[in-house]
């Protein structure tokens, strides 16, 4: 079946740094991939819809400045958190929507737990 | 807009015994999909089902069945002889569009333990 992949799967960061979390489609091609984020104890809510070779479209309420993504290939999406504070910990995780079966199904990454000391 | 939503925030059941996890949404889309995931302590979101609108029949698959009531806007599943590995975060969630691979609007979860 297809599988998307995510990297780093655990990721410690200090206070002002940017860390980037790479989202792969690894045995297909993702035109379109979602990035999700999730508090503790929280549900997933859709930060960005990212299309390849275009703008991302952001959700209300999320800094597209602060929460880069780039999708420059059919297999490969990034988010990257810039000046990281505390407050950006959470899980990230992302969703790819396959070209193979008319695209009609959407695969989830294993997501990234991002600590922000 | 879209709105999941899942009353039962925490769930404990004995093992062995059946539980219902409830999911009501709400969309203006004729045509949707619904979802339901399984999130362990890992974080991995396990897909268990994805029903079209179309499709008001319910579902088994071994332990697990979903009944799906549009006149009520419902999706509920049900866990049979429950086990201790079923205890996780359980999401349902919808999709609009023809193909259901559309932005997913997730519930807030239900935090279902199976105690041994």
């Known amino acids: 079946g297809a599988v998307v992949s995510q990297h780093p799967s655990w990721v410690i960061c200090k206070s002002g740094t940017s860390v980037k979390i790479e989202c792969r489609s690894l045995d297909f091609q993702a035109t379109t991939m979602f990035w999700y984020r999730q508090f503790p104890k929280q549900s997933l809510m859709l930060m960005a819809t990212?299309?390849?070779?275009?703008?991302?479209?952001?959700e209300q309420g999320v800094e597209k400045d602060k929460f880069l993504i780039n999708h420059a290939s059919l297999t490969l999406s990034t988010l990257t958190v810039t000046s990281a504070h505390p407050e950006d910990s959470s899980f990230y995780i992302c969703?790819?929507?396959?070209?193979?079966?008319?695209?009609?199904?959407?695969?989830f990454g294993e997501g990234s737990w991002l600590t922000v000391v | 807009a879209q709105k999941v939503t899942q009353a039962q925030t925490e769930i404990s059941v004995v093992e062995k015994e059946d539980v219902t996890l409830d999911c009501v949404y709400e969309?203006?889309?004729?045509?949707?999909?619904l979802f339901w995931y399984k999130q362990p302590p890992s974080g991995e979101l396990v897909f268990l089902i994805r029903r079209n609108s179309f499709d008001e029949q319910n579902e088994i698959s071994g332990r697990y069945s979903w009944n799906f009531q549009k006149s009520t806007s419902s999706f509920n599943f049900t866990i049979t002889a429950s086990q201790v590995v079923d205890s996780a975060v359980y999401f349902c969630a919808l999709s609009g569009g023809s193909f259901g691979n559309e932005k997913l609007t997730f519930g807030t979860g239900t935090r279902l333990t199976i105690i041994p």
């Open positions: 969309t203006r889309d004729t045509t949707y999909y």
């Open positions: 990212s299309n390849e070779g275009s703008k991302a479209t952001y």
């Open positions: 969703s790819a929507r396959g070209v193979q079966d008319g695209g009609n199904t959407i695969y």
